[in-house]
């Protein structure tokens, strides 16, 4: 397989929806008995977990796409790394004009992490704090 084919191919499985970090974060919330909707089209970015009566909406981003502050967010590929920095700093542009959008229109929003995700404990205390305010 050709490098770029090959490159494509990884690109290609790489998913937008019900990813790992995203399914422990619907894990908990459902098992905290709140009932929620998912990837809501109608509203501002689509978000991944959306709280209709509570007006709240929840965002699970990848380290690594959204620029994260922490070690996998800051590793940088060596090839093509001028296109993947412009990339990132779109989705972080993007996201902030998500997040304007939402509450200009009365929602708050959450942000979880994919490394957030590790301690589940803290991760449902947050959760916890967010749907409850």
Request: net charge positive; charged share 30%.
């Amino acid at each position: 397989m050709a490098p770029d084919a090959a490159r494509s191919a990884v690109m290609r499985a790489v998913k937008s929806t019900d990813t790992k970090p995203e399914m422990i974060v619907r894990s908990i919330a459902h098992r905290l008995g709140f009932r929620f909707r998912l990837h809501r089209k109608s509203l501002p970015g689509c978000p991944d977990l959306v709280f209709v009566t509570r007006r709240k909406a929840i965002f699970v981003n990848g380290c690594f796409w959204h620029g994260h502050d922490c070690k996998r967010g800051a590793r940088m590929p060596k090839a093509n790394a001028d296109y993947w920095r412009s990339k990132i700093t779109r989705n972080q542009a993007r996201d902030l004009r998500v997040r304007e959008d939402l509450a200009a229109a009365g929602w708050d929003v959450f942000t979880i992490w994919e490394c957030e995700t590790k301690d589940q404990g803290l991760l449902r205390q947050r959760i916890v704090a967010f749907l409850q305010a």
